[in-house]
């Protein structure tokens, strides 16, 4: 296990002097999991130092071993795992071989820690107070009764949680994604430990509230506090670190100060990773590098065979939706206005983003836009003919003009289908398809080639491939009807950045080789600015501002628009 | 909160589920009262043999005595609603061999039958509890084994398993009564006889749960605020683990309604299970119609609670 890796060279000249006495001390951390004959290393001769006061980002993408390793320093690595390290030392004590009572000393008191999605970091049948309360508990630090109570609530109002005492009584779910996420940070730092640990802390959240919390997090530096940050996005790393280390496959590639990393990264994976993110400046240029290249020479042959559908470019719009509303009944029985009064129109090889944050009514308006929601006034038309207010028997031949690509495509296949049957099926639901079976299989061989996948693949079942690759058959499956429109809903939002970048730029090229049009729909403002003609933001489902991409989002006319834009976590330093 | 509100809404919910319960009810009493109809013989032939403690065809003018009697002349449906109406009155009739209300038949037997179903009920909660927490979800060969003990003890006859205790506990080793009463030592056998058996179902469901839920983000989460392994599994995992099991305990409850009838021959126990066995041979058919109604009631009272715990436990239920 212990392989020497070509990264220790350059990892030596730059890294930061270690001082003499580092709160965190760790040298050549390896992990592995599984049984001894056939463990799997998932670290691999990790080291670094952690000072007081210091804020230290791990990044990199699933996979990297960013996690385990941050788990590792509170013992949790979780059964069937094996640690090594030549040193882990913490407040100049060894925490390389604690017993379990020793580490439940350490964790909540010394060292606190923050896991991503408070909805599920949370105890959902528990009040948060009472988890609080219980990390005071543990440590004996405050007995039960009136102080406790108190502690708690002084606590959540040093978070920033409004109405404390009435927010202490209620359950996870009954709060919101920011206070849920505050609450959490609370029960990580009741005990003020001397390093608190984040992973994802923001992963969940929206930009507003991602902001708000970063913010809140900050505060812990101010306090003296030193801080271990992880996370797959650059831009809240580059806000908040003096050192990013960056992991890939269980190694460090890169390890440095902020200005360093993003001022003059060294190492390509950083150069990378970097480059992926979408923002302003990547308009009109690839995220992803070499990787995806193969696909566009294909460009010529294969590509062309599709394009045949004549897309005659005529006067009205491919898709127009006319004042649009939409009611539901929440669970106390009130109507909830979900969509309110929102109109906008696609053109032909458009692509029209949708921004807004969690329950804007994003979502909403691409189910009405794919005629699976009836809207409750307004209506849609698909190229001027009636759409919405058509019969499910009139709209089941036109379906195919109108594609969908879910955020989590594995929950849209069938799990026992091959990837060719999944493909096949939506070749088969094109309105008069006379071919034969073999012709078809041609096709999905090439659909395959088109979406950058092997054709090798097909025999493969859908939870055999990695997240990239899943969405790239949704893609396929989604352009095999030769729709007109394909609905996006949040296409990379669970990807990591250099997969989502190659998906990005994979839409980019079917819509200037098929001329097909885009609804997009996301919550990050920057894959929307990257790929999106014009944009509409939502925002409580009404539409706040609509136009074109780049006076929407350099020129924000709305408050609530500014305010988005502002939100954005903005890489500190230009890359180079 | 706006507690004003959320109890106006506890009554009406509450008023609801004991209207539908008494749906169920009237539901059952007109299942029992229909089916003695499908039954073959006359009514009043019936009540003759045991009153004259022969076989043989019932002379005319005793029949009209017993038809006037029992309003046996009047139409079905009079019949029917005169039924209802005394249900709804707590009054089940007369038994046709026993000459007593069957409502005193009822109560003097109910009390060790209900006895008997609460102590088992009690004791696979606990055998649970205890299992679970101790046992579910660690790295070891315990661990492992004890979901397939509970597949076994789900599987095993629950008479066979109380003839197997008898043998060993009572006649070898004699360290319970072999015919107990309504002693608590005499409680002891036919307790563990049923209550093994749904410890196999109720075990399963809340181990199954138990363990998915020690993997949930929250457990880790309470682990990195330094709490101990076992306050873990107790405070967090076990709330969530409960939710399957008391959802089943409804249908459990049933289970033991009928299962003690068995048992109860088993062990010479008084109990509704013999007063429905003799009913239903010698076709008493107040009585049975009379244990059956009683049965449904207790059915809907346990679903009552079952429902009033899952709230008490799952505080978001409360929102439904």
Known sequence: ?576 | MNTEKTIGKRALWLARRLLSGLIVLWAAATFTFFVQFLMPGERAQIIFNANSGNVGEIPRDQLLAINAKYGFDQPVIVQYGKYVWDVMHGELGQSYVQYQPVTDLIARQIGPTIALAFAAMLTAWIITITTTVLFAGRDNIWSKALGGFQIFLATLPPYWLATILLVVFAIQLRLFPVVGGNTPMGLVLPTMALALEIYGFLGQAVLGEFTRVLDQPFITSSRMRGTGDFSVRLRHALRHAALPGITLSGWIMGKLLSGAVLIEAVFGRQGLGGVLVAATSTRDVPVVSGVIVVSAALFIAASLIVDITVQLVDPRMKEA
């Open chain 1, 1 to 576: 296990m212990n392989v020497t890796f070509p990264a220790a060279s350059f990892q030596e000249d730059a890294t930061p002097p270690p001082t003499s006495n580092p709160l965190l001390t760790v040298q050549n951390l390896n992990v592995a999991f599984g049984p001894a004959h056939s463990r799997r290393a998932v670290v691999k001769n990790v080291s670094f130092t952690v000072e007081k006061g210091r804020c230290v980002a791990i990044v990199g993408e699933s996979g990297s071993g960013k996690s385990v390793t941050a788990r590792t320093l509170v013992g949790l690595t979780g059964a069937c795992s094996h640690v090594q390290a030549d040193r882990l030392t913490f407040q100049g004590k060894n925490i390389d071989r604690l017993s379990d009572k020793e580490w439940r000393a350490l964790r909540g008191k010394h060292i606190g820690f923050v896991l991503q999605d408070a909805l599920v970091s949370l105890d959902p049948l528990r009040p948060i107070g009472k988890e609080i309360g219980e990390a005071l508990l543990v440590h004996r630090a405050i007995r039960r009764g009136a102080d406790l109570a108190e502690r708690v609530v002084e606590l959540l109002k040093l978070v920033g949680v409004p109405e404390p005492e009435v927010k202490a009584r209620q359950l996870p779910h009954e709060l919101s994604g920011g206070q849920r996420q505050r609450a959490l940070i609370a029960t990580a730092i009741a005990l003020d430990p001397a390093l608190l640990i984040a992973d994802e802390p923001t992963t969940a959240l929206d930009v507003t509230i991602q902001a708000q919390i970063l913010d809140l997090l900050s505060e812990t530096r101010e306090r003296k506090k030193a801080m271990i940050l992880i996370s797959h996005n650059l831009a809240v790393v580059s806000q908040m670190a003096d050192e990013i280390i960056v992991m890939r496959d269980g190694e460090i590639v890169e390890h440095g100060s902020s200005e360093q990393i993003f001022g003059d990264p060294r190492h390509d994976y950083t150069r990378g990773l970097l480059k992926a993110i979408p923002s302003v400046r990547s308009r009109g240029s690839r995220l992803s590098s070499s990787r995806a290249a193969r696909f566009v020479s294909a460009e010529g042959d294969e590509g062309t065979a599709l394009i045949q559908s004549d897309i005659a470019h005529c006067g009205r719009p491919l898709l127009e939706a006319e004042r649009l509303v939409k009611r539901f009944r929440g669970p106390d029985g009130k109507l909830r206005t979900v969509v309110n009064d929102v109109s906008f129109s696609l053109g032909y090889g458009e692509t029209l983003g949708i921004v807004g944050e969690s329950g804007s009514g994003k979502t909403t308006l691409a189910r009405m836009a794919l005629a699976l929601e009836v809207p409750d006034g307004g209506e849609v038309t698909l190229e001027g003919r009636q759409w919405s207010s058509a019969t499910e028997k009139e709209r089941r031949h036109r379906r195919s003009d109108i594609s969908v690509i879910y955020q989590d495509p594995l929950s849209s296949f069938d799990p026992r289908w091959t990837i060719e049957r999944v493909i096949d099926d939506a070749l088969t639901r094109r309105r008069e398809d006379p071919r034969d079976r073999a012709s078809r299989q041609s096709e999905v061989s090439e659909l395959l080639d088109l979406v950058g996948l092997s054709p090798s693949l097909k025999t493969r079942r859908t939870l055999e491939l990695s997240g990239g690759q899943r969405q790239r058959v949704a893609i396929a499956r989604a352009i095999a009807p030769h729709p007109k429109i394909i609905v996006c809903d949040e296409p990379v939002a669970a990807l990591d950045v250099s997969i989502q970048a190659q998906i990005v730029d994979l839409l980019g090229d079917l819509k200037s080789q098929l001329r097909v049009s885009y609804l997009f729909i996301s919550h990050d403002l920057g894959v929307v600015h990257h790929l999106s003609d014009r944009v509409l933001v939502m925002n409580h489902g009404e539409a706040v501002e609509a136009g074109r991409a780049d006076d929407v989002f350099l020129r924000p006319r709305q408050p609530y628009t500014r305010k988005l834009v502002a939100a954005v976590p903005q890489l500190r330093f230009q890359a180079a």
